[in-house]
């Protein structure tokens, strides 16, 4: 009868050749082999198909322990040298039936003088054989390597069961098995030369080791299993069944001089010449076994089993190792760089791109020129990618190309398989401490097994040549994970990652999360991205934190939790109105306070120190007050430049929670009085009208510490915001009035990014997960339409994931998990409305695109309560939904006493809602998306593009960039050239004076310096009905006045927004001159020049800037149907009257005035903002044009006051009284 062998390791080097040798020299032997995947087991029977394969790792004692029941003899190799509980398995399992037990250590274990002196590259002197030294190895001390499961071996022998151990120094040689098919110590040896390009030896490299060939040590393993089946045979066993696998002795020095000639002589490296490291600088260079000694001589096995080792001896091995970890790192074989060859490669990449301007040569040109001697293939491509994104100025082309090249480049680098992948990222072992520290959780690991055919099969690699460069850049400087430094996801492993680890085993709907965000109709925060599917999945973007107690206790408990939330990757925004300001008593101490600016630079502290989940981001608080507190003015001073280091908080982010009465006496040029909350308690607590009758009954009573002008106070809040971008403003009542959580209590606080309005109270942090919908992803080019209904549809698959999303998040503290499952918030928000005006030729400020932002949100609002109501059927509604306005019929709209459009049934809808309820308390928030509207290729959130020309900077250098759009446009207009480019450069990023750019195109391409920001403004109170949280509204002014901004405010606050402000954004104060631009070019230069040759027609398939339609035509509108829509999917058609709450006033250009010009200059993974301009990039002063609502007037050059009172006239003369009927007596106008 055939003997039964059991065998794990098989997919090793060591188990995979012994599976080879074995099976080819007894066919008839029946062998069960251990396998992890499904996968690995497919490639192993490929190979061997009459091995029977057994599903499991060195964890399934279930598995091991079945199998060893049933075999006669058991070949132990999976990590059999360190490997615990598979070592215990296999014993237990033994005891009780009997049998044979081969297992693998490792001469490895003979170190331990080297290690415990620091001795490495030195030869120790000690010496052991397995025959007279035989008790000396079975009794090593226990700190030896390995020792540790050995001694488990030999206690498991006995007269039932046999055991032998045996121990190999370096192996070298190519396996001949399924999977891994070389050695670790030479090999990773040359990987560390090659990586570091530099020859590298421990001390002298004195230090000796004995070797054996791979395929000399499979026949000692094959010779010690034909001894079993005969009963044992000639071989020794348990006590004096140890092993030493040897064939020979030699000095690692020879070998690292070996590995850094030949990579010398290859071009590899620069020199032959080796450096000294010792055990302390060996990681990230070389394996640290390579500066041991391992001198085990073995007599044992050719003295009873006659085993007569034949093979060559490493040192002739050197070349092939060389050149096997050369080709792993890019290198290529020997392979010459040749002008040709790069160009070869380029082209290959440039399918479908315009051959008019594409242009590979020229790119090889510039690649050429970086060349030098063993540069590898992996340089290359990076060098070629970078080029190309220079060139991006010149045709829109290039951008696409640039990020082929470089997701050419990371494919070749990585696994193909996602299963593969994640097996990688879950058995990862921590270089320092040799302990597993997987960066996959093992529900999802197991996941992704269960169903790694399905999952793999899903993929689509070539959507990851969909990104721009930049987007490329920032997933993989940031999102994509590492092994050891190295990146080792693709862009579509991450995306699946990130589904598998919402969905779990639920594949058909990871499958469409899959699709739709590889396919960039959506994309989870960054949280999320960071962190699904790994052992700490904290998914969530933000926590509202509320002060524990006024009290040493309370305050530094809130520091922990911030602290705990922040190391998780949150953003933070914290309330602090009811701690006690400068000068209050403090009772249990008979002191005095200091008040909220020395607490502050704690926090402040805490937020540099923790960064937002392992230097992925900084971390970011953001400091909630408001301004009756006592200690206001110095808040405000916190983040300015000037003054005393220790009043300054410059790393929090400020914001004000605005009641209603504070400007309300602004507007009427009153008194304000300031409180210390510890004396006049609960103004935090109440809002409306209970806010206004306590503050004014503490007025009564004389509570004030202060009684001020409130436009002083106003006064500092606008130079703070002036010179620092802060305070961001958020009006508590409209926060309140129009919350579903207003039946939980006082909302005391937004969050860091101003656009989520929830509860929070010392026992509940609120949280907020969130996703923002890509919106140019739903415009129908074709037919010059958006389609609605795919819109609906994706919101409510979003809906759906934020709500696993909150039952499988890691909270960071119990009352961020208490608030979540309590009131189950989510947030939805957009990026790229910026985009999906022009990709429906609409300028921003048109009635058309007007209406259609309306209808948008109003999608995403409908699509949101009908996912949540669903839920709720199914779940039932959140915990704290009875009193909620939502359960008694009143949506957001409501609140803002709008009527919506007929584009969707709402009565029906809320029908459905008094019946069942809804899941969510709310649901629509639009945040900045920053990054993920960069990696997308989408500008960010519902803002107009900021510049159509700017800098953006990556690892790599800096890249101008040009509005993708326009620059389609004037290259297919036939006026695209260097000179167009120079003078928008010129212009500050603008088209507007440039004569021969039509009047529609600069309509078109407008920046928010050139829309008025009354639009801005209006645009977002229209939306704001449709929009239960907040949205993340910033304010841009190119030459800020504090009446302009007065201005900007009481019109966001009597539109009745909630977020009157997040950033403000200003342009540069002054303009040097650009010297990146020939001035006297741009006096003579034509912007014409480039139609010397006609129109010139785009001849490669066509696309657009983001990659998601191919066009982008003039809207077309289908004749009206009853309900008011071409059809539900489509466009509609626009009223003839607008409604009321869409700003009627047509746009019409108006000759500008000379002022700055404006470039932005972008760190990777942040939009482009109006930040202050590098003075080589400037030039004199010319301004952005600025346009006026209303009837066209005449065109004439205007002086600053002038300007300024015309910016005001946009504005209904009663937003501001005190400015005009009040002026000596306003601090803005006096004087």
């Given at each position: 009868m055939a003997p039964k062998l059991f065998v794990t390791g098989v997919t090793g080097f060591i188990g995979g050749d012994f599976l080879y040798a074995v099976s080819h020299k007894h066919p008839d032997w029946v062998i069960t082999a251990l396998v992890r995947t499904q996968q690995k087991a497919d490639n192993v029977k490929k190979q061997f198909p009459n091995v029977q394969i057994a599903i499991g790792d060195n964890e399934s004692e279930e598995v091991i322990g079945k199998e060893v029941a049933k075999a006669d003899i058991v070949f132990h190799f999976a990590n059999s040298a360190d490997d615990e509980p598979s070592a215990k398995a296999i014993s237990a399992a033994l005891t009780k039936t009997g049998g044979f037990w081969i297992h693998t250590s490792g001469s490895y274990i003979i170190t331990r003088p080297n290690q415990s002196f620091d001795t490495y590259g030195y030869d120790d002197g000690e010496s052991y054989d397995d025959w007279d030294g035989i008790t000396e190895l079975t009794s090593l001390p226990d700190d030896a390597p390995h020792r540790g499961i050995d001694k488990i071996v030999l206690a498991t022998g006995s007269d039932k069961v046999k055991t032998a151990i045996v121990c190999p120094p370096t192996i070298h040689g190519v396996?001949?098995?399924?999977?891994?098919?070389?050695?670790?110590?030479?090999?990773?040896?040359a990987e560390g030369v090659l990586r570091n390009k530099k020859g590298l030896i421990f001390g002298e490299g004195k230090n000796v080791w004995h070797q054996v060939h791979v395929h000399d040590l499979s026949d000692l393993y094959v010779a010690l299993g034909e001894a079993a089946v005969s009963g044992g045979g000639a071989a020794t066993w348990n006590e004096k069944g140890y092993y030493l696998a040897e064939n020979g002795s030699f000095e690692w020095g020879q070998i690292l001089r070996g590995i850094a000639k030949y990579a010398h002589e290859q071009g590899y490296i620069a020199s032959g010449e080796v450096?000294?490291?010792?055990?302390s600088e060996a990681k990230g260079h070389l394996p640290l076994t390579v500066g041991t000694t391992s001198k085990g001589t073995g007599y044992r096995a050719r003295k009873l089993l006659q085993w007569t080792p034949s093979k060559q001896p490493l040192i002739k091995d050197i070349p092939d190792v060389v050149e096997w970890e050369a080709s792993k790192l890019g290198y290529g074989r020997k392979e010459r760089v040749q002008f040709d060859k790069i160009t070869a490669r380029v082209s290959r990449l440039c399918y479908g791109l315009d051959p008019e301007h594409v242009d590979a040569a020229a790119i090889t040109q510039k690649v050429i020129s970086g060349v030098y001697q063993g540069v590898t293939t992996v340089e290359l491509d990076n060098l070629a990618a970078e080029t190309a994104a220079y060139m991006t100025v010149t045709h829109p082309d290039y951008a696409i190309l640039a990020a082929r090249i470089a997701v050419s480049n990371l494919h070749k680098q990585t696994k193909k398989q996602f299963s593969s992948v994640i097996s990688d990222l879950y058995h990862y072992v921590n270089p320092r401490n040799k302990r597993p520290a997987p960066m996959i959780s093992k529900d999802t690991y197991e996941t992704v097994l269960k169903h790694a055919d399905e999952l793999n099969s899903a993929i689509v690699y070539d959507r990851d040549f969909n990104y721009n460069f930049f987007g490329f850049k920032t997933l993989e400087r940031s999102y994509l994970l590492r092994i050891d430094g190295k990146v080792a996801e693709r862009p579509q492993h991450m995306i699946?990652?990130?589904?598998?680890?919402?969905?779990?085993?639920?594949?058909?709907?990871?499958?469409?999360?899959?699709?739709?965000?590889?396919?960039?109709?959506?994309?989870?925060?960054?949280p999320t991205l960071f962190s699904a599917g790994t052992p700490n999945p904290q998914l969530a973007s933000c926590f509202l934190v509320d002060m524990k107690d006024d009290s040493i206790e309370g305050i530094y408990d809130t520091l922990k939790t911030c602290a705990m939330i922040s190391k998780n990757a949150g953003g933070i925004g914290l309330n602090i109105h009811r701690i006690r300001s400068t000068g209050s008593y403090i009772g249990g101490t008979n002191g005095t306070s200091n008040g909220i600016v020395p607490m502050l630079r704690v926090f402040n502290n805490t937020a540099r120190y923790v960064d937002q989940g392992g230097n992925k981001r900084p971390g970011a608080f953001a400091i909630y007050l408001e301004p009756w507190h006592a200690d206001v003015f110095e808040f405000l001073d916190l983040r300015k430049n000037h003054g005393k280091e220790e009043i300054r908080a410059r790393?929090?982010?400020l914001a004000l929670w605005i009641p209603d009465l504070f400007m309300k006496r602004v507007e009427q040029n009153g008194e304000w009085t300031l409180f210390c909350p510890n004396e006049a308690s609960g103004l935090a607590d109440v809002y409306g009208e209970e806010f206004e009758a306590l503050y004014e009954q503490y007025e009564k009573e004389g509570r004030g510490r202060k009684t001020i002008k409130a436009q002083k106070l106003w006064y500092s809040i606008l130079e703070a915001q002036t010179e620092t971008g802060?305070?961001?403003?958020?009006?508590?009542?409209a926060c309140n009035r129009k919350s579903n959580q207003k039946n939980l209590g006082t909302i005391r606080s937004s969050n860091l990014c101003t656009e989520i309005i929830e509860y929070s109270a010392p026992d509940e942090v609120a949280v907020c997960n969130l996703a923002s919908l890509a919106l140019p992803a739903y415009v129908n080019a074709a037919a010059g339409e958006y389609d609605f209904g795919k819109l609906h549809r994706v919101c409510q698959v979003v809906v759906r994931n934020l709500?696993?999303?909150i039952n499988l998040n890691y909270y960071p503290v119990p009352e961020a998990k208490k608030s979540n499952f309590r009131h189950r918030p989510i947030g939805l928000g957009v990026q790229g409305l910026a985009d999906a005006f022009l990709a429906l030729r609409l300028p921003f400020d048109s009635p058309e695109a007007k209406q259609l932002n309306i209808q948008i949100f109003e999608t995403i609002y409908h699509a949101a309560l009908t996912a949540s109501c669903e839920l709720a059927k199914e779940l039932g509604p959140y915990e704290t939904y009875p009193g909620s306005p939502v359960s008694q019929g009143i949506l957001q709209y409501d609140m803002w006493n709008i009527t919506p459009t007929d584009l969707w049934d709402w009565e029906s809808l809320k029908a459905d809602i008094a019946q069942h309820g809804v899941r969510n308390?709310?649901?629509?928030?639009?945040?900045?998306?920053?990054?993920?509207?960069?990696?997308?290729?989408?500008?960010?959130?519902?803002?107009?593009?900021?510049?159509?020309?700017?800098?953006?900077?990556v690892l790599a250098g800096e890249f101008q960039v040009v509005n993708p759009w326009l620059l389609k446009d004037l290259v297919d207009m036939g006026l695209w050239s260097d000179n167009m480019k120079n003078r928008i450069i010129a212009d500050g990023g603008s088209i507007q004076n440039i004569p021969n750019i039509p009047e529609e195109t600069k309509a078109l391409y407008k920046t928010v310096w050139e829309i008025p920001q009354r639009v801005i403004v209006q645009m977002a109170a229209d939306r704001g009905a449709f929009i239960d949280q907040s949205q993340s509204l910033n304010i841009h002014l190119k030459d800020p006045s504090m009446g302009k901004i007065t201005s900007m405010h009481f019109a966001g606050w009597k539109l009745g927004l909630k977020t009157g402000m997040y950033y403000l954004r200003t342009m540069a104060a002054s303009a040097p001159i650009q010297f990146t631009v020939d001035q006297e070019q741009l006096k003579v230069a034509d912007t014409n020049i480039a139609r010397v040759n006609g129109l010139k027609k785009r001849v490669g398939a066509p696309m657009s800037p983001s990659g998601n339609y191919n066009a982008v035509p003039r809207p077309m509108y289908a004749s009206k149907l009853p309900n008011g829509v071409s059809n539900v999917n489509g466009m509609p058609t626009p009223e003839a009257t607008p409604p009321a709450s869409t700003e009627q006033k047509r746009f019409s250009p108006k000759t500008s005035k000379v002022t700055e010009p404006f470039q932005a200059d972008i760190e990777e993974g942040d939009s482009p903002r109006a930040l202050a301009t590098d003075p080589k990039d400037l030039v004199k002063?010319?301004?952005?044009?600025?346009?006026?609502?209303?009837?066209?007037?005449?065109?004439?050059?205007?002086?600053?006051?002038?300007?300024?009172?015309?910016?005001?006239?946009?504005?209904?003369s009663k937003v501001i009284a005190c400015s005009i009927e009040n002026r000596e007596a306003c601090v803005m106008c006096s004087g």
């Open positions: 396996g001949r098995g399924p999977d891994n098919r070389h050695s670790a110590q030479a090999n990773r040896s450096e000294k490291i010792d055990g699946m990652r990130v589904a598998v680890g919402i969905h779990g085993d639920d594949t058909e709907k990871a499958i469409e999360t899959y699709n739709l965000m590889s396919q960039k109709y959506f994309t989870h925060a960054s790393d929090l982010f802060n305070p961001f403003m958020l009006y508590k009542d709500n696993k999303i308390s709310l649901l629509v928030a639009p945040m900045p998306t920053a990054s993920t509207s960069q990696i997308l290729g989408n500008n960010e959130c519902f803002e107009p593009y900021t510049s159509n020309i700017y800098s953006r900077r002063e010319q301004a952005l044009p600025e346009a006026a609502l209303g009837e066209t007037k005449a065109q004439e050059e205007d002086n600053e006051t002038d300007s300024e009172e015309r910016e005001q006239d946009i504005y209904n």
